[in-house]
């Protein structure tokens, strides 16, 4: 489809489609892990209550390659698209691009830092540390308060899974122009996020709706960006935070 074929739909419409149905999902999550015995059942298969722990707590290719060098990716795609943005105040042909770059470096930056403060504030703990699973914390639901003596868990949301999540930012930012490569995008950075998860939960770190979590929060922080920086761009409106990049 080329660019002159794309319908672009109402802005009302897309932010109806683009926010409602994320909002939609979280509201499922929320009563159906929260609510129901999910989330322990399939932590349930990678927990040994002979141990008692999680065997691949330590495991060498979840914490090396899943753990740490994933995250080494998304922090030099980070580097490069910052490159590509400064480089467009020297070069004149990259000069339209720099609100593309901006959008996607903050897309890749701002979900991940703002999940990080979940984490420290909403005081839920990781699957190993809950007595469960042979920890001292008691499970406490999303909407429960934790006794004042225990203390304090910094588990939820998944924070591993951020750095994958964040790349759905690509999604929208090729949407209007390249709608394949926009589901291209879209795929691949689900299907990293949660590849990630599943590696932290086969790890007894977090449960699986920790993750499905995180992504909401990814999604709605890029789509936020996505209404300040390049709103304008693709809608033609003036309402849009002008940054005159």
Not at 116 to 131: E, F, M, S
Not at 206 to 226: E, G, Q
Request: positive net charge; proline residues 6%.
């Amino acid at each position: 489809m080329t660019h002159a074929q794309v319908q672009r739909p109402d802005p009302r419409t897309f932010y109806l489609w683009h926010a409602g149905i994320p909002l939609i999902i979280a509201c499922f999550i929320l009563v159906t892990f929260e609510y129901t015995a999910w989330d322990r059942c399939i932590s349930n298969w990678f927990f040994d209550p002979e141990l008692p722990g999680f065997p691949l707590r330590n495991d060498w290719f979840l914490e090396v390659i899943l753990h740490q060098w994933a995250k080494y990716v998304l922090i030099a795609l980070g580097v490069g698209l910052l490159i590509c943005f400064l480089l467009g105040f020297k070069f004149p042909r990259w000069r339209g691009r720099r609100r593309l770059f901006l959008f996607l470096l903050l897309s890749l930056v701002a979900g991940p830092v703002l999940v990080a403060l979940l984490k420290a504030t909403t005081n839920r703990h990781c699957p190993y540390d809950l007595k469960i699973y042979g920890g001292f914390a008691p499970y406490v639901h999303l909407l429960e308060l934790p006794p004042p003596e225990m203390p304090r868990g910094k588990c939820f949301p998944g924070g591993h899974a951020s750095g994958g999540f964040a790349l759905m930012g690509f999604y929208l930012a090729f949407y209007h122009h390249r709608r394949k490569l926009a589901y291209w995008a879209l795929g691949i950075g689900f299907t990293y996020g949660f590849v990630l998860g599943v590696g932290r939960l086969m790890q007894g770190a977090h449960f699986l709706s920790h993750n499905l979590w995180t992504a909401v929060v990814c999604w709605l922080v890029s789509l936020a960006l996505y209404r300040l920086i390049l709103h304008s761009r693709d809608f033609g409106q003036g309402d849009s935070l002008q940054l005159n990049l």
